[in-house]
């Protein structure tokens, strides 16, 4: 039985083991293995080192830096563009919102408005019929005048210093309310004169 491969090479190293030294000094055909092996190894170190007829490494690393930073800016690119698009869609969404919002504001404010039109026309016809009132209930209408005389004011003043349409719906709300409240003080403290 002939040595494998492995204990060949040890032997051709010089690092067999005993019983596979003795083997080798007494095959022929082992021994020969041995003396091929060793004559390989001997032509392959003798071969001359072989390099490039140019070094390819420089030019293979800037590409790669290169294929890695057009990597980076696309990214970057694609980050900032959908970044820009949320941002675009956010800004657009609270636009929406904000005029939405302005125009419940202005909807409402109108129908106020035209409410307190209403109200103004009820006070007119009350006042054409040359109703008597008593001290008291003169003292209430007047106050009740005063404040919204006071509030007219400040919607004269709203439109020029460009106060928040929140706001203006809120005097608006008030004017309605103490208007309600001369009508129905007219309505229920007053009698005609002579009866």
Not at 148 to 161: E, V, W
Request: charged share 25%.
């Amino acid at each position: 039985m002939h040595l494998s491969i492995d204990d060949l090479l040890a032997a051709r190293d010089g690092h067999a083991q005993p019983e596979a030294a003795a083997h080798v000094a007494s095959c022929r055909e082992c021994a020969a293995e041995v003396a091929r092996l060793a004559a390989v190894r001997d032509a392959l170190a003798a071969l001359p080192a072989e390099r490039p007829a140019r070094d390819v490494w420089p030019a293979i690393a800037a590409r790669a830096a290169a294929r890695t930073q057009r990597r980076r800016l696309l990214w970057a690119g694609w980050t900032a563009a959908g970044l820009a698009a949320a941002f675009t869609v956010v800004i657009g969404v609270r636009g929406a919102i904000e005029a939405f919002a302005e125009a419940e504001l202005a909807r409402q404010t109108q129908t106020l408005v035209s409410e307190s039109q209403r109200l103004e026309k009820r006070l007119q016809k009350s006042e054409q019929r040359g109703r008597v009132m008593s001290g008291r209930t003169a003292g209430t209408v007047a106050h009740l005048e005063d404040r919204i005389a006071f509030i007219d004011a400040r919607l004269s003043r709203a439109g020029s210093d460009r106060v928040p349409s929140s706001e203006v719906l809120g005097l608006w709300q008030e004017r309605v309310r103490l208007l309600d409240a001369l009508v129905n003080v007219e309505a229920s403290g007053t009698t005609y004169a002579g009866l």
